[in-house]
């Protein structure tokens, strides 16, 4: 007897497996009949790739003991050695100070002059807008 090659409607209304598929178009005619919306991503795309994704490559210069002369590829890996030197360094801690004395001095140095700056800025346009109300 002959298996029924009928195929038969899901209880909730879809459509089977083998029917969804046949009617799916291919990826390249999706692409095409959407080309504006692909052109619009592009730039975001390539932003992505270029200032993100290929950077990736030269962070493994890190782990390699690299010399110039033989490139980033053919540096021999050396690992987590780098950075182990780092850690158990003399002036390991006293970089560590620095770099956070300097990051907190800036804040305190940079940030209420800017704040106390846009706030007399803002309470200067306060007074343009109230005298002149058609000021765009």
């Not at 007897?1 to 291919?26: W, Y």
Request: glycine share 6%; no cysteine.
């Amino acid at each position: 007897m002959k298996a029924d090659t009928q195929q038969v409607q899901v209880s909730d209304g879809s459509l089977p497996l083998p029917a969804k598929l046949a009617e799916r178009a291919s990826l390249g005619k999706r692409i095409w009949r959407n080309w504006e919306l692909y052109l619009f991503v592009a730039p975001a795309l390539v932003y992505f790739i270029l200032f993100h994704y290929l950077p990736m490559y030269g962070i493994q210069i890190a782990f390699k003991n690299f010399m110039p002369a033989k490139g980033v590829m053919d540096s021999p890996w050396v690992g987590f050695a780098h950075f182990e030197r780092f850690f158990h360094s003399y002036y390991f801690w006293d970089l560590i100070w620095n770099t956070f004395g300097i990051s907190l001095y800036a804040l305190a140095v940079g940030f209420p002059p800017a704040d106390y700056s846009g706030a007399r800025l803002q309470r200067s346009e306060e007074r343009v807008v109230q005298k002149n109300p058609f000021r765009p």
